[in-house]
């Protein structure tokens, strides 16, 4: 999808006495070595864990993301995972029913389940005083839970009456609607909380399946926001959670939406007015358009508001919804008497997005919402371990590792804003290691099969890394993807572009090195042993054996020399990276 987005109709669904047309949608991980910042990232008992200390207040949230949602489930069996955490609070193993009630009333704590499309959040909300005995509550609900036949009933007739209610609430029913055009025959199309059908033959034994092959660690992400420390959680975690099964689980996102023609489902109801909401579907959270398609959002939102609602009072509610999944999608909905004034409206108003830019001081105060949102947002530790998850799963999968070589600048100051964000690590080296060393310090830390480096006069320019990636999932037999770049005057600006051959044979490679490391990325598992750099210069070896790739080539001077050569120039300039690969 382009930046100028093509807000269609894919799904619509309308409630009302009107009918309308359509118009043509890990291994195991290391904490990050500085105790300077506040989150650290690491696994315990093959639980990938997020801890965001926070010692402003003893208030603690924490969320276990059992990571699949609707994935998990069929049209058979959707809503299997939250009943059976709603039924484990009717008794465990080491306790009954009264004995929970009795002893989350003592503590004051609160346990959530909070079924979504891509995880089920089971957690909770409590005090540092109170952690370890309403951990233990919560893990025992999880691993033991009894799951009597008369208890599973009893949530059963809960649950389907929350059902039932749902779909007597206009704005719930079109919403499922929208969703089930949207997704048709995929994952999303399916209700997290279950259906009358799927709900109605949930058995206990179902439950007790369920529970055995799928409480697995690897479908668990753990984010906790609190003053707790690491070492007292991972106490807590060995002897739970850690005992059950790691499991093969590996998240990845739903596939995304069939494309089909657009479609209508109407619904009959004595109501009022009529509600409307379509749905078309957006780019995966991992795209460059992801956050392009919300501020786009947002701006149609507003402008809506302003056509049909105050300038011609025709409805006391619309917008332009972005729903934020894995694979996101964004909707018109309104409610109205007059819809077929209100949609040719909305017809307008897309054309106006399509066509026109948007105003850049207009564009500055949007910016400036989201800012705000965002920290009213983090105001509370439950909602924080909610963002971190969605910068976790939602953010793709990549992380960032910062080696700092014994700097005496600001680099400290600038490494500890960036490791704020759980993606980042930082690495500090006691004493200068060189370029060589400090590129084997990262590798070794780094836990993913793609590597790629950056050094801090290189930049790498939007689009690089994207296309870069393209290629190696174009062909999994690739271990080395490169690029051209340019090289920039530090003093003048200037800029000397560097093109290297398209293709190029390997023994090219032993006069002339092509492959820059500042300018590749390597996918280490296809290259065996150990993967590393020559402390001594740039050249990249395996398992401490023969070069990968020899010394580098300055890009000005055409020699290698072995020296830390600064963007090709000998310290007289930059490099940096566009977006052109080569395999």
Not at 80 to 90: G, I, K
Not at 431 to 449: E, F, H, K, Y
Not at 525 to 548: E, I, K, N, T
Request: proline content about 5%; hydrophobic content about 40%; charged content about 20%.
């Amino acid at each position: 999808m382009s930046r100028a987005f093509a807000l269609r109709a894919a799904a619509i669904a309308l409630l009302g006495a009107v009918a309308l047309t359509s118009a043509a949608a890990p291994a195991a991980a290391q904490a990050r070595p500085g105790s300077d910042t506040s989150t650290v990232v690491f696994d315990v008992g093959g639980v990938h864990v997020i801890l965001r200390r926070n010692t402003a207040n003893d208030v603690v949230a924490a969320n276990l993301y059992l990571l699949g949602g609707s994935q998990q489930s069929t049209a058979q069996t959707a809503g299997t995972e939250p009943v059976l955490l709603w039924v484990s609070e009717r008794g465990t193993k080491h306790y009954t029913r009264d004995a929970l009630t009795s002893k989350m009333a003592a503590l004051g704590s609160a346990i959530v389940v909070e079924p979504r499309n891509d995880w089920t959040v089971f957690g909770f909300r409590g005090t540092r005083d109170t952690f370890d005995s309403t951990w233990a509550i919560l893990a025992d609900r999880l691993i033991a839970p009894t799951l009597a036949p008369a208890d599973v009933e009893f949530i059963r007739a809960q649950v389907l009456a929350g059902v039932r209610q749902r779909n007597d609430s206009p704005d719930d029913l079109v919403q499922g609607l929208a969703d089930s055009l949207l997704f048709a025959g995929q994952p999303y199309a399916l209700p997290s909380t279950g259906n009358e059908r799927s709900l109605t033959s949930i058995t206990a034994a179902d439950l007790q399946k369920y529970r055995t092959t799928q409480m697995v660690t690897s479908r668990m992400l753990l984010v906790v926001v609190g003053n707790i420390e690491r070492a007292r959680l991972e106490k807590l975690i060995l002897p739970t959670l850690g005992t059950l099964p790691h499991g093969s689980y590996k998240w990845t996102p739903p596939p995304d939406p069939i494309v089909r023609p657009a479609d209508v489902m109407f619904v009959q109801r004595a109501l009022p007015t009529n509600y409307l909401l379509g749905y078309y579907p957006g780019p995966r959270s991992t795209g460059s358009d992801y956050q392009a398609l919300r501020i786009a959002t947002s701006v149609l939102s507003g402008r809506l508001f302003t056509e049909i609602r105050v300038r011609r009072n025709l409805t006391y509610d619309v917008s332009a919804p972005f729903v934020e999944r894995a694979i996101s999608s964004g909707g018109l909905y309104v409610t109205t008497v007059y819809p077929d004034s209100v949609l040719g409206i909305m017809r307008r108003e897309i054309a106006r997005m399509q066509n026109s830019l948007l105003d850049p001081e207009n564009l500055n105060v949007i910016v400036q919402q989201f800012i705000t949102e965002y920290f009213l947002n983090n105001e509370t530790d439950a909602e924080q371990a909610n963002q971190i998850a969605r910068a976790e799963l939602y953010g793709g999968d990549y992380e960032i590792v910062i080696v700092d070589d014994a700097s005496s600048d600001g680099t400290p100051e600038v490494a500890d804003r960036l490791g704020a964000d759980p993606r980042v690590r930082i690495m500090r080296n006691g004493t200068s290691l060189g370029p060589g060393g400090s590129r084997n310090q990262g590798i070794a830390v780094a836990r993913g099969d793609l590597l790629g480096f950056c050094d801090d006069d290189d930049e790498w320019l939007p689009g690089a890394a994207s296309v870069t990636l393209d290629r190696f999932a174009a062909d999994t037999e690739v271990g080395v993807v490169t690029s051209w770049h340019q090289v920039v005057h530090d003093q003048t600006g200037r800029t000397v572009p560097f093109r290297g051959p398209l293709e190029y044979r390997a023994e090219q490679l032993l006069w002339f090195n092509f492959v820059a490391l500042p300018f590749g990325i390597i996918r280490r598992s296809l290259f065996p042993g150990d993967l590393a750099v020559d402390a001594s210069g740039w050249a990249a070896r395996r398992g401490g054996g023969a070069p990968v790739a020899g010394g580098i080539s300055c890009s000005l001077c055409r020699r290698g020399c072995g020296t830390e050569c600064r963007g090709g120039g000998h310290g007289r300039g930059e490099s940096r990276i566009p977006g052109r690969a080569q395999g």
